[in-house]
């Protein structure tokens, strides 16, 4: 019964550990993505060269 009860509260306690370490990483996630996305917004608004790839719709399709 000891065994039981004693493996039944570490069970219980590994599940709120995790659990606390989910939520902080989801916490460091949320945070890393709004700089990312910050500093990406900020790159593309500032580089106007033409070493970034475009879009073309519209190609000539020929070999050369």
Do not use: C, P
Request: hydrophobic share 40%; net charge neutral.
């Amino acid at each position: 019964v000891v065994l039981v009860a004693g493996s039944i509260v570490w069970i219980v306690t590994t599940l709120i550990e995790v659990d606390k370490r989910t939520a902080v990483t989801e916490i460091k996630v949320s945070e890393n993505h709004k700089m990312i996305h910050t500093l990406w917004k900020d790159f593309i608004r500032r580089n106007t060269g033409d070493d970034l790839a475009k879009f073309y719709d519209q190609t000539d399709n020929k070999w050369h």
